[in-house]
């Protein structure tokens, strides 16, 4: 194990400190074409050429459009490496009792505890139907009703990610979405692992896939055989599963194109450097993932410097980690706590945690985060894992204006308006004026023939 990190530093009173974070911000976008050479020799196995990663998505989606499920276990077999029969796509509600009754009791208790955590949360911020009359002669709703079928993408390549089924299926489940569809790439950290087929049993969803990458995404899209189409795909996944969402928007609806995790520490003399080292490995184990500290405090940032190279030392991911903080890391020193304000803000990170001895004061100056964490003791992996709120949130700057997901977001919500003759009456001169405005003709006369002061056409 290596003894220093080449980690970026950067000092904000010499060098162009935007600009390094931006090109940062750019390599881990959905443009940035950040692939494993594993993952770009399964491209070239597969279709025979080097393709880019939008390339490779526009091959895949029209081929799943076009031969439905055969597509989707072609690219399974040359992409995954596994072979799968149409039989054992979908796993059967037998195998997921099995898991669960299998399962560690103090496991399925956490689950219930985490799932009660979120149901709470999610169900308390759903947004309620509204009524606004004006007088005896009008009425204006706002109806909130739920998505009927929504597909849910669980990556399974490098490790299994129970806390994401929570975070997506359970928001999904405090709105009313009546059906459910996971998909989860076949593989022992995906669709055969027991720990996450118990924890679907645990949380009444009755239908899982073991399909994953883009092919499950354009499979949900379009649907193909055992597999209704949805109206909305949610969950993370790597860039391939992010450039198919966005190619299939449109056809349904997609809660974001995520890029891979971030996180920004701004931190000042009272936080501790272990903690703070923690928190910057903890996203860097994603690999890749961005982490970033911000401080107005030289000495600090040689002891976080100090302690990334300890604590990278001990875990059992610290490889992975160095990796990433070497690519995608830095140290930010700016002047003051103002220009880590401005700054942050035009980051806009995922996960913001504010380390420093005033933390609520300075996070109402900071409006760019999909999830903000205060005060020391307050580490991201609390909101991974078990406080409430999503861990599916906006990265790559996208915080500017994008949001988490939610259980709004699993929501469609329909205008209903009524006036009587009255009603009518009152509002048809301004109707009228704005039809004529724009020359339509049949919009004021659908208003005329109604109050008797239109002419037979």
Known sequence: MATTLNICRIDCANDDAREAIFELRRQLSPNGNVVSPQGRARTLAAFGEELTPQQVIERICAGVRNRGLDAVLDYTAKLDGVTLSPAEVRVSRDEMLEAFRAADPAYLRTLRRVRDNILAFQSGILNRDAVMRRGPNS????????????????????????????????????????????????????????????ACHALGVTEVHRIGGAQAVAAMAYGVEGIPAVDKIVGPGNLFVALAKRQVYGEVDIDSIAGPSEIVLIADWTADPRFIAADLISQAEHSPGASVLITWEPDLIERVAEALVKQLEQLSRGDLARESLERFGALILVRDEDEAVTLTNLIAPEHLHVS??????????????????????????VGDYAAGPSHVLPTGGTARWASGLCSNDFLKRTSLIYVNRE????????????????????HRYSVDVRLDEGQEP
Request: glycine share 10%.
């Open 139 to 198: 009425e204006l709703r706002l109806r909130y009703r739920p998505l009927k079928r929504v597909g849910v993408c669980i990556p399974g390549g490098a490790a299994a990610y129970p806390s994401s089924l929570l975070m997506t299926v359970v928001p999904a489940q405090a709105a009313g979405v009546e059906e459910i569809a996971v998909v989860v790439p076949p593989t022992p950290f995906g669709g055969y692992n027991t720990d996450l087929l118990a």
């Open 356 to 381: 420093t001895s005033d933390p609520d004061r300075l996070a109402e100056r900071l409006t760019n985060a999909g999830a903000i964490f205060l005060g020391h003791d307050t580490p991201v992996a």
């Open 423 to 442: 009603g009518l009456a009152q509002i048809a001169p301004d109707v009228r004026l704005l039809a004529d405005k724009e020359g339509l003709t049949a």
